[in-house]
T-cell receptor
Framework: GAVVSQHPSWVICKSGTSVKIECRSL??????MFWYRQFPKQSLMLMAT?????????EQGVEKDKFLINHASLTLSTLTVTSAHPEDSSFYIC???????????FGPGTRLTVL | GESVGLHLPTLSVQEGDNSIINCAYS??????FIWYKQESGKGPQFIID?????DKRQGQRVTVLLNKTVKHLSLQIAATQPGDSAVYFC????????????FGKGTKLTVNP
């Protein structure tokens, strides 16, 4: 149980384009999902907390207009990187927390490369 | 400023030995702690968790110890195997907060055959 998927697993795009990443909880309902960013050899940095049916809460320094988050259902959250630039290249990971657990279960991550 | 993460702490052990990975957490109000394992190019994988009302919890080949006095958490892996090679992160959760986790810097474990 507690399986989280992400799609795509990797994406290469041109500078200025937008990229959407999907995060799904496959066998449980996730009232809260989280989006992280990870640079090579570094820890996970929380970008935002996504609650089903409400606006996401962004961490300090994360541009909400650049990283659009939508959590339309209890099993799906999406992160859209708008007008991507090379500095947005990173490993993006989502996690999901169920209604009865403090534990977060992570997706496999999405490698974004912006040319 | 500090170059966080550019020099990831490392631990190298021989196959079959026991491994101990340490973590110092920051917030005395944290009441829930998790250890994650992350292999290269993959998302973190849950290993074991512990609540602040406990000081020890055991799983299969793994034990987590919590010392709230000094805000220290450790992960012990018994009979370490090559498949245990990965980066290990501790994470803390603050009760009554927004359920978000704060991750430590991570420790890279290398198991030599």
């Amino acid at each position: 149980g507690a399986v989280v998927s992400q799609h795509p697993s990797w994406v290469i795009c041109k500078s200025g384009t937008s990229v959407k990443i999907e995060c799904r909880s496959l066998d449980f309902q996730a009232t809260t999902m989280f989006w992280y960013r990870q640079f090579p050899k570094q820890s996970l940095m929380l970008m935002a907390t996504s609650n089903e049916g409400s606006k996401a809460t962004y961490e300090q320094g994360v541009e909400k207009d650049k990283f659009l988050i939508n959590h339309a259902s209890l099993t799906l959250s999406t992160l859209t990187v708008t007008s991507a630039h090379p500095e947005d290249s990173s490993f993006y990971i989502c996690s999901a927390g169920g209604p009865s657990t403090d534990t977060q279960y992570f997706g496999p991550g999405t490698r974004l490369t912006v040319l | 400023g500090e170059s966080v993460g550019l020099h990831l702490p490392t631990l190298s052990v021989q196959e079959g030995d026991n491994s101990i990975i340490n973590c110092a957490y920051s917030n005395s109000a944290s009441d829930y702690f998790i250890w994650y394992k992350q292999e290269s190019g993959k998302g973190p994988q849950f290993i074991i968790d512990i609540r602040s009302n406990m000081d020890k919890r055991q799983g299969q080949r793994v034990t987590v110890l919590l010392n709230k006095t000094v805000k220290h958490l450790s992960l012990q892996i018994a009979a370490t195997q090559p498949g245990d090679s990965a980066v290990y992160f501790c994470a803390e959760n603050i009760k009554g907060g927004s359920e978000k986790l704060v991750f430590g810097k991570g420790t890279k474990l290398t198991v030599n055959p």
